[in-house]
């Protein structure tokens, strides 16, 4: 279980401690003291949702504490407005909101077949056809026909997904400031 939650949350969970300490190497090495925590105490989560939202929670904290400690006071410049928006619920529901709606797009496009999945990822980047066609030396009729079928697979993959986003971001949008 802890493996497995690890390989699938670590990424996200960077990402996300990242927004608040603003330095990915930092990030990174509090996310490992959170699993290193799990794995030493022997926690027990009943399904995914609980170790999720313990990670992310734990996490945060984490990030919090390093931001509130006197050292790294020291070393930078931060403000009490900041801390006192980046320390907020709203602010911390919105981060969760990206990263896992980002983590499932991932996963979604990881699915796809290498082309259509280099071509996505190319065009997620901002490219347009005209340019990946370009970078991977390949017509402009094969990304556009790459791109129509990565969408085919990609639909029903992300259908119970979006419902829950669109649920999601219209609570973000209405009740999170």
Not at 88 to 102: D, G, L
């Amino acid at each position: 279980m802890y493996k497995q939650s690890f390989d699938t949350l670590y990424p996200s969970l960077c990402v996300f401690a990242n927004k608040y300490v603003d330095d990915i190497e930092i990030a990174k090495d509090l996310v490992q003291e959170v699993f290193i925590k799990i794995w030493n105490k022997n926690l027990y989560f009943e399904n995914e949702f609980y170790i999720k939202s313990y990670l992310y929670t734990a996490v945060k904290n984490k990030s919090l504490d390093l931001l509130k400690s006197s050292e790294y006071k020291k070393k930078t410049k931060i403000d009490v407005e900041t801390l006192k928006l980046i320390s907020s619920t709203s602010y911390f529901e919105k981060q969760i909101f990206i990263e896992e709606t980002s983590r499932l797009v991932n996963e979604a496009i990881n699915t796809l077949p290498y082309k259509c999945k280099h071509i996505i990822k190319l065009s997620l980047k901002g490219l347009e056809n005209k340019q990946i066609s370009e970078e991977l030396s390949v017509s402009l009729n094969t990304v556009k026909t790459q791109k129509r079928i990565a969408y085919q697979k990609l639909r029903p993959l992300l259908k119970g997904v979006y419902k829950m986003l669109f649920s999601l971001s219209l609570i973000a949008l209405f009740i999170l400031p």
